[in-house]
Structure formats: C-alpha cells, structure tokens
Antibody, heavy 118, light 107 residues
Framework: QVQLQESGPGLVKPSGTLSLTCTIS?????????WSWVRQPPGKGLECIGE???????NYNPSLKSRVTISVDKSKNQFSLRLSSVTAADTAVYYC???????????WGQGTLVTVSS | DMQMTQSPSSLSASVGDRVTITCRAS??????LNWYQHKPGKAPKLLIY???TLQSGVPSRFSGSGSGTDFTLTISSLQPEDFATYYC?????????FGQGTKLEIK
C-alpha cells in the first residue's frame, strides 16, 4: 500500500524559504491522482496549500499562491514544496497526502513540524 | 472560501456510547464531504468519503450521512481506539477546506 513520508529542515529563519520533500513508497506517483500539501498551524485548523499531478500540472491555494512552488521528481518518486518569504505565521505541521480526483485525501504522511524563528 | 463549521468542538464520552458529530457548510456542497480521524503524531486517516461511503478497512461502527449543507458522522459504539480528533472536509469547491475539528475525549 502507498505510504508517504515528509522530510526537510525543522527550523527556517524569517524571510527564508521553507523546503520539504515527500517520498512515496509502495506505489507509483504516475497514477491518476494528485499529490498534495496540507498544513496545520499550532492550535489551528488544516489548510490546503496546493497539489501537483505527475505530468507537472499544479493548483495552489490563492492565499499562498504568490509564495508557493510544488514540483515533482518522478525518477525518485518524490514531490516537493517550497514556500518563500516565510514568517512566524508559517509555523505549522506540514503534511503530504495523495488526493483522489473526487477530492478526498488518502493516505497522508505523518507530518513534519516546521518552525519559523531566528 | 467555503466555511466548514463542526460541532461540538470537544466531546467527552465513554466506551460503548453512541456519538454524533455535526459539520455544516456555508453553502450547499451536495455530497462532497469527507471525514478524517487524527491522532497526535500520526497521519490523518480517511474514514468516510462522499458523505456516506465508508473507506475500505474502516470499522462499520462509523457512518456518515447528510447532503447539501448539513452532515453528520456517527460512531455507534465507541471503542478505546476511537478517541481522537475528527475533521470534516469539503471537496465541492477549491480551495478545499476543513472544519476546525472535534476532539473526542474519554469521560
């Protein structure tokens, strides 16, 4: 079965760029699914960041679109998130997930906490 | 963005209880509503999609209902492993949005 695992630095400086990678195991990302990033700030709700198809097509949350880039590396079965110009408000647990074309997320990674602090 | 409102925000219940969690959308979303279970430090888990379809492998004590703006998640007989936070999510319009969560605690 497909499993997802996030990786990347747990601490990013303000105004810097947050970079995370999601590694997919147990399946190919060249399936008819979208590969997504979702985050949860401490004490707050879940927020969709964006998604990518294996052909490279992307969709981003308009609230983050100017700062977000999601890319894919099919040879490594990975996709990545870059979020620029970060502030303390970007401190959150970041999850990667597979999104069905009908809109639900399954499975998810365990999440990784990224703290924005100097 | 579509607003999703869950109630209650927290709930205390005992093993064996029947529990219902409600999710309300700010406008009609047909049956484009999904439910997740989340335990601390774990990956969120899809329970129900399209309002009432049980995800493979999810125990039958979980059920979902509703359409339009009002939806419910019901656990027919709480088990110890069910104590977690539950989220609804709409997949009717982008950006997809989640409810704020319902924390289910042991009484």
């Amino acid at each position: 079965q497909v499993q997802l695992q996030e990786s990347g630095p747990g601490l990013v400086k303000p105004s810097g760029t947050l970079s995370l990678t999601c590694t997919i195991s147990g399946g190919s990302m060249s399936s008819n699914k979208w590969w997504s990033w979702v985050r949860q700030p401490p004490g707050k709700g879940l927020e969709c960041i964006g998604e990518i198809y294996h052909t490279g097509g992307t969709n981003y949350n308009p609230s983050l679109k100017s700062r977000v880039t999601i890319s894919v590396d099919k040879s490594k079965n990975q996709f990545s998130l870059r979020l620029s110009s970060v502030t303390a408000a970007d401190t959150a647990v970041y999850y990667c997930a597979r999104k069905d074309n009908r809109g639900w997320f399954d499975p998810w990674g365990q999440g990784t906490l990224v703290t924005v602090s100097s | 963005d579509m607003q999703m409102t869950q109630s209650p925000s927290s709930l205390s219940a005992s093993v064996g209880d029947r529990v219902t969690i409600t999710c309300r959308a700010s406008q009609s979303i047909s049956i484009y509503l999904n439910w997740y279970q989340h335990k601390p430090g774990k990956a969120p888990k899809l329970l129900i999609y399209a309002a009432s379809t049980l995800q493979s492998g999810v125990p039958s004590r979980f059920s979902g209902s509703g359409s339009g703006t009002d939806f419910t998640l019901t656990i027919s007989s709480l088990q110890p492993e069910d104590f977690a936070t539950y989220y609804c999510q709409q997949s009717y319009s982008t950006p997809y949005t989640f409810g704020q969560g319902t924390k289910l605690e042991i009484k």
